[in-house]
Protein backbone atom coordinates (compact mmCIF):
# COMPACT_ATOMS: atom_id res chain seq x y z
CA UNK A 1 0.00 0.00 0.00
CA UNK A 2 1.47 3.42 -1.02
CA UNK A 3 -0.01 6.00 0.67
CA UNK A 4 -0.20 10.43 -0.01
CA UNK A 5 -1.15 12.62 2.28
CA UNK A 6 -2.52 16.82 1.55
CA UNK A 7 -4.38 19.26 2.66
CA UNK A 8 -2.43 20.68 5.03
CA UNK A 9 -2.06 24.47 5.49
CA UNK A 10 -1.77 27.53 7.90
CA UNK A 11 -5.23 28.45 9.71
CA UNK A 12 -6.04 30.84 12.32
CA UNK A 13 -7.00 28.95 15.72
CA UNK A 14 -11.02 27.80 15.46
CA UNK A 15 -10.21 27.05 11.75
CA UNK A 16 -10.69 23.74 9.66
CA UNK A 17 -8.83 22.23 7.84
CA UNK A 18 -9.35 18.67 6.12
CA UNK A 19 -6.32 16.42 5.64
CA UNK A 20 -6.65 13.40 2.61
CA UNK A 21 -5.11 10.58 2.55
CA UNK A 22 -4.83 8.25 -1.21
CA UNK A 23 -4.34 4.91 -0.97
CA UNK A 24 -2.93 2.75 -3.68
CA UNK A 25 -3.07 -0.92 -3.22
CA UNK A 26 -5.50 -3.40 -4.38
CA UNK A 27 -6.05 -4.47 -1.20
CA UNK A 28 -6.89 -1.28 -0.12
CA UNK A 29 -10.22 -1.94 1.80
CA UNK A 30 -8.99 -4.57 4.18
CA UNK A 31 -6.38 -2.11 5.79
CA UNK A 32 -7.47 -0.25 8.79
CA UNK A 33 -6.06 3.37 8.44
CA UNK A 34 -4.83 6.02 11.34
CA UNK A 35 -3.91 9.55 11.62
CA UNK A 36 -0.91 10.28 13.76
CA UNK A 37 0.78 13.59 13.94
CA UNK A 38 4.67 14.91 15.25
CA UNK A 39 4.92 18.27 16.58
CA UNK A 40 8.72 20.15 16.28
CA UNK A 41 10.43 19.00 19.05
CA UNK A 42 7.99 16.12 19.96
CA UNK A 43 7.61 12.65 19.44
CA UNK A 44 5.41 11.21 16.77
CA UNK A 45 1.46 10.83 18.18
CA UNK A 46 -1.46 9.00 17.69
CA UNK A 47 -4.76 11.16 16.32
CA UNK A 48 -7.07 8.85 15.18
CA UNK A 49 -8.30 5.82 13.22
CA UNK A 50 -10.79 3.63 11.56
CA UNK A 51 -11.41 -0.04 10.67
CA UNK A 52 -11.26 -1.94 7.45
CA UNK A 53 -14.78 -1.13 6.72
CA UNK A 54 -15.04 2.44 8.23
CA UNK A 55 -17.24 0.66 11.24
CA UNK A 56 -14.96 1.38 13.83
CA UNK A 57 -13.46 4.53 14.81
CA UNK A 58 -10.87 6.33 17.91
CA UNK A 59 -9.52 9.59 18.80
CA UNK A 60 -7.23 10.82 21.25
CA UNK A 61 -8.64 12.34 23.89
CA UNK A 62 -7.28 15.77 23.10
CA UNK A 63 -8.86 15.53 19.32
CA UNK A 64 -12.21 13.98 20.78
CA UNK A 65 -15.42 16.39 19.52
CA UNK A 66 -13.39 17.80 17.26
CA UNK A 67 -11.65 16.17 15.08
CA UNK A 68 -13.71 13.17 12.55
CA UNK A 69 -11.87 10.35 10.53
CA UNK A 70 -13.49 9.43 7.42
CA UNK A 71 -12.58 6.61 4.54
CA UNK A 72 -14.38 6.67 1.06
CA UNK A 73 -13.33 2.73 -0.05
CA UNK A 74 -14.45 3.21 -3.46
CA UNK A 75 -12.28 6.28 -3.89
CA UNK A 76 -9.23 4.56 -2.09
CA UNK A 77 -9.18 7.78 0.51
CA UNK A 78 -9.44 8.40 4.07
CA UNK A 79 -9.98 11.86 5.28
CA UNK A 80 -9.54 13.74 8.22
CA UNK A 81 -11.81 16.63 9.09
CA UNK A 82 -10.24 18.73 11.69
CA UNK A 83 -12.38 21.73 12.99
CA UNK A 84 -11.79 24.21 15.99
CA UNK A 85 -8.18 24.14 15.52
CA UNK A 86 -5.93 24.96 18.42
CA UNK A 87 -2.35 25.99 17.95
CA UNK A 88 -0.97 22.66 19.99
CA UNK A 89 -2.66 20.98 16.75
CA UNK A 90 0.06 22.42 14.55
CA UNK A 91 2.19 19.48 14.00
CA UNK A 92 3.24 17.04 10.59
CA UNK A 93 0.46 14.93 9.76
CA UNK A 94 0.76 11.30 8.97
CA UNK A 95 -1.65 8.61 7.72
CA UNK A 96 -0.82 5.04 8.03
CA UNK A 97 -2.16 1.63 7.31
CA UNK A 98 -2.44 -1.50 9.02
CA UNK A 99 -4.33 -4.87 8.39
CA UNK A 100 -7.76 -5.03 9.16
CA UNK A 101 -7.72 -3.37 13.32
CA UNK A 102 -6.69 -0.07 13.94
CA UNK A 103 -4.38 0.61 16.87
CA UNK A 104 -2.89 3.87 18.51
CA UNK A 105 0.44 2.19 18.12
CA UNK A 106 3.05 3.71 15.97
CA UNK A 107 4.98 0.84 15.57
CA UNK A 108 2.12 -1.56 14.74
CA UNK A 109 1.65 0.21 11.20
CA UNK A 110 3.22 -0.88 8.37
CA UNK A 111 2.49 1.65 5.45
CA UNK A 112 3.05 5.49 5.61
CA UNK A 113 2.41 8.87 3.69
CA UNK A 114 5.18 11.51 3.60
CA UNK A 115 3.19 13.85 5.92
CA UNK A 116 1.27 17.20 5.54
CA UNK A 117 2.05 20.23 7.54
CA UNK A 118 -0.53 22.08 9.64
CA UNK A 119 -0.15 25.20 11.56
CA UNK A 120 -2.21 26.80 13.56
CA UNK A 121 -1.54 30.19 14.46
CA UNK A 122 -2.93 31.94 17.55
Known amino acids: VQLQASGGGLVQAGGSLRLSCAASGQTYSSYAMGWFRQAPGKEREFVAA????????YYFDSVKGRFTISRDIAKNMVHLQMNSLKPEDTAVYYC????????????????WGQGTEVTVSS
Open 50 to 57: ISWNGGRT
Open 96 to 111: AARKFIPTMTISEYAY
